[in-house]
């Protein structure tokens, strides 16, 4: 099997996920060759297919919960892939558009939240070259919800400290 391509990029993925301590690495035969990153993409897309595939359906179905739940499932597998922190990133920009359009009032420090680990998601994606672009333009929009967030988050708290003199004066009686 050595030399056959994909036998290899496999025997490296699994290697690397083998913790070593100092002896065992001296004492190892043949390590195999470490992958290159493209090569470490391409075996991540094909061992997530199922929870890709998964989480792209539950998109197209517009259940962003859904699909923020295969990928963070197959972020628990293996969170290198590229591709599926640029999807995680889209899965939460779309579901807080969603949260927005019903009107209903938001956990404020939740999507805080949530928008920071789609700014990280992001940062991680945008590593593979051939995602760049479209990690800045769903950047800028994550940007652009942070800061209407932290408005939002400093209004409440403005509006808290305003009424709290009048709720002490209130809870005297």
Known sequence: MAGNEQFE?????????VPRGFLSS???????????ELTLQ?????????????GIKALNDKDNLRAIQ????????????????????????KEFEKQLATQNPLDLDEWVRMMHKAGVFLQSAAQYSGMR????ALAAI???????LANATQAQHRRA?????????FSEF
């Open 9 to 17: 990029a496999i025997s490296s993925y699994a290697d690397s996920l």
């Open 26 to 36: 001296v004492l190892r035969k043949n390590p195999p060759l470490p992958s290159d």
């Open 42 to 54: 391409r075996l991540l897309l094909w061992l997530l297919a199922e929870e890709i595939a998964g």
């Open 70 to 93: 295969f990928f963070e499932a197959s972020d628990r597998i293996d969170g290198r892939c590229y591709l599926i922190s640029y999807l995680q990133a889209v899965a939460i920009v």
């Open 133 to 136: 672009d479209q990690c800045r």
């Open 142 to 148: 994550v940007q652009q919800y942070n800061a209407e």
């Open 161 to 169: 400290a305003e009424a709290k003199p009048i709720n002490d004066l």
